[in-house]
C-alpha cells in the first residue's frame, strides 16, 4: 500500500543534542510537509518542500531545519533540541495542486531529556 | 489569515448514541475543509473533507459533515458512535493559494469519550 513512513516512531534525545526525524513516502507526491504537534495541542505547520523548493513558515525557528534528498525522503533536524522541542513531529504528503488532500505519517514522539 | 475554532475541547457521549462534533472557520474565500481523527501516539487519518458541490459529505467510518456557508460551519456528525470512535478529531482548513502547496490550519481539536 502506499504509504507514508516515519522513523523512528519514537525518539528520546538530550538536551542540546542534534537530532534527526525521517520521512518517507511511497505516494510520489511533489509536497512533503513537517508539523509540529505539542502535547494536548493541533498540529502546527513547521515548513515543506515543494519538490526541491523549501518553505519556512515565518514562525518556525532556526533551530529546525530540513532536507530533502530526493522526491521519497524528507529529514527534520533538529540542531540543538531544548525542552520544549518535546512533541510529536508529523510528516505529510500531498499532490502539488490546490485543494489537494494530505496524507500523513504515524509520527515521531520526541522526548528531550 | 485563516483560522480554526472548535469550541469543544471535550465531549463524552454514550455509546450508540448520536454526535455532533463543531467547527467554524474563518476565511476570506471559498474554503476547503477537512476532518480528521488521531488515536493516542498515532497520527492523523482523513475521515472526509470538503471541496466543492454537494455540502452535505460522507466519509469513512460512518461519518458525515454538512459544510454551511452562511455560519461559516462544517460540523461532524455521526448517528450512532462506537466505543472505537473515542480519539481526538481535528477540523482543518487548507488555504486557497496559487502554489498549490500550503500548510493546513488545524483547530485545536475535540477529545471525544465514549461511555459504556
Known amino acids: 500500500d502506499a504509504m507514508v513512513i516515519q522513523n523512528p516512531r519514537y525518539q528520546v534525545t538530550q538536551f542540546g543534542k542534534p537530532v534527526t526525524l525521517s520521512c518517507s513516502q511511497t505516494l510520489n507526491h511533489n509536497v512533503m510537509y513537517w508539523y509540529q504537534q505539542k502535547s494536548s495541542q493541533a498540529p502546527k505547520l513547521l515548513f515543506h518542500?515543494?519538490?526541491?523548493?523549501?518553505?519556512n513558515e515565518a514562525d518556525t525557528p532556526d533551530n529546525f531545519q530540513s532536507r530533502r534528498p530526493n522526491t521519497s525522503f524528507c529529514f527534520l533536524d533538529i540542531r540543538s533540541p531544548g525542552l520544549g522541542d518535546a512533541a510529536m513531529y508529523l510528516c505529510a504528503t500531498s499532490r502539488a495542486q490546490l485543494r489537494e488532500t494530505q496524507y500523513f505519517g504515524p509520527g515521531t514522539r520526541l522526548l528531550v531529556l | 489569515a485563516q483560522s480554526v475554532t472548535q469550541p469543544d475541547i471535550h465531549i463524552t457521549v454514550s455509546e450508540g448514541a448520536s454526535l455532533e462534533l463543531r467547527c467554524n472557520y474563518s476565511y476570506g474565500a471559498t474554503p476547503y475543509l477537512f476532518w480528521y481523527v488521531q488515536s493516542p501516539g498515532q497520527g492523523l487519518q482523513l475521515l472526509l473533507k470538503y471541496f466543492s458541490g454537494d455540502t452535505l459529505v460522507q466519509g469513512i467510518k460512518g461519518f458525515e459533515a454538512e459544510f454551511k456557508r452562511s455560519q461559516s460551519s462544517f460540523n461532524l456528525r455521526k448517528p450512532s458512535v462506537h466505543w472505537s470512535d473515542a480519539a481526538e478529531y481535528f477540523c482543518?482548513?487548507?488555504?486557497?493559494?496559487?502554489?498549490?502547496?500550503?500548510?493546513?490550519?488545524f483547530g485545536k481539536g475535540t477529545h471525544l469519550i465514549i461511555q459504556p
Open positions: 482543518a482548513v487548507g488555504a486557497e493559494s496559487g502554489g498549490g502547496a500550503d500548510g493546513l490550519t
Open positions: 518542500y515543494y519538490d526541491k523548493d523549501f518553505n
